[in-house]
C-alpha cells in the first residue's frame, strides 16, 4: 500500500501529521506493506526567494495584530505539538521560500532518502531555527542522513528538480489538496490534516481492505 | 499504484461518505463528503487541524 503524503517544511501541522501517521503505522498490522512517500507543497510560493524573517514578525505583518497576540495565537499548537514529543521553536524560526529544501529533498529522494530528509529540514525549520534557504545549512543537513554533500550543493547551485517540486504541487492541487499536510492511501482514500492517531489507523485499515479493489 | 486519479466515483465497497461511520470515540465522522478531492473518498472529520493559504493557526 501506498502512502503519500503533501507537506511543507515549514507547517507545524504536518510534523504533528508526520507523527500521528507514524503512532498509526505502529499499530497497524501490515504496516510492513506501507510505503510512505513524502511529496512537496509549498504554503507559501509568494514568499519572495531571498527574504527572510523571524516568523512572529512574519505572521503578524501578514495577519496584523502584534507580535504578542500571535505568539497567543501559536500556543495551542505549540501544546499539540509537545504532545507528540515536538518541542517547536517559533521564537527562533525563520520564515523563507521552502522551494529549494524541496528540490533538495526530490535529490534526498533519488538517494533512498527522502522521508529521512524531509523530517531533518521540518525539525531544523520547526525546532532549532535553522534557516532553510541557506545553501550552507541545507547541505550540512542532508548530508547529516547521507546525502552526498557535493552533489547537494550542485542541486541547490543550479535548478535541478524544479519541474520534480512543480509536478508535486500541481498534482496536489489536482488531488484537490487545499491545505497540507494532505495524505493519500493508494491513490483511492484521501486524509486532510492532522487527524488524531485512530483516524489514520481506520484509513489505513479501510484502504488496506479495499487495496485490491479496481477503482471504476 | 500511481495511477492518476480518477475523476469518477469511489470504489464500489466505499462506503458513501453520508454513512458517516465513527471512530473510537465516537463522536467525530470517520468520513464526510468528498468536496474537494475529486476520485478521492475523504477520510477524517473536516475540523482537522491544517495550514492553507499560506496560513496555520
Known amino acids: 500500500m501506498r502512502v ?32 510512505v512517500e513524502w511529496r512537496s507543497f509549498q504554503l507559501d510560493p509568494s514568499h519572495p526567494k531571498g527574504v527572510r524573517q523571524p516568523v512572529y514578525k512574519a505572521l503578524a505583518e501578514k495577519m496584523g495584530g502584534s507580535t504578542a497576540q500571535i505568539r497567543a495565537m501559536t500556543d495551542r499548537v505549540k501544546a499539540l505539538a509537545a504532545e507528540e514529543g515536538l518541542e517547536y521553536d517559533f521564537e527562533h524560526s525563520i520564515s523563507v521560500n521552502t522551494f529549494d529544501a524541496h528540490r533538495l529533498t526530490h535529490l534526498a529522494k533519488a538517494h533512498g532518502l527522502g522521508a529521512e530528509t524531509h523530517e531533518r529540514l521540518m525539525r531544523a525549520q520547526l525546532i532549532e531555527g535553522e534557516t532553510l534557504d541557506d545553501v ?74 479495499h487495496e485490491d479493489t479496481p477503482a471504476r | 499504484m ?25 463522536a467525530r465522522p470517520l468520513t464526510r463528503p468528498v468536496s474537494h478531492a475529486p476520485g478521492l473518498v475523504v477520510l477524517g472529520a473536516g475540523d482537522a487541524e491544517a495550514c492553507s493559504d499560506g496560513t496555520c493557526w
Not at chain 1, 508526520?18 to 506493506?33: C, S, T
Open chain 1, 136 to 209: 550552507d545549512t541545507l547541505v550540512r543537513l542532508a548530508a547529516e542522513v547521507g546525502v552526498p554533500a557535493d552533489e547537494a550543493r550542485r542541486v541547490l547551485e543550479g535548478d535541478d528538480y524544479t519541474r520534480d517540486v512543480e509536478e508535486d504541487i500541481r498534482e496536489a492541487r489536482m488531488l484537490g489538496a487545499n491545505g497540507v499536510p494532505f495524505f493519500v492511501l493508494d491513490r483511492a482514500y484521501g486524509v486532510s490534516g492532522a487527524q488524531p492517531v485512530e483516524m489514520f489507523l481506520s484509513a489505513l485499515r479501510t484502504a488496506y481492505e
Open chain 2, 2 to 26: 500511481s495511477a492518476p486519479a480518477s475523476q469518477e466515483a469511489p470504489r464500489p465497497e466505499v462506503p458513501a461518505a453520508e454513512t458517516s461511520p465513527e471512530t473510537s470515540d465516537g
Open chain 1, 4 to 35: 503519500e503524503v503533501w507537506s511543507d517544511v515549514v507547517c507545524p501541522w504536518c510534523y504533528i501529521g508526520k507523527r500521528r501517521l507514524e503512532r498509526a503505522l505502529e499499530g497497524f498490522e501490515h504496516a510492513g506493506d506501507v510505503e
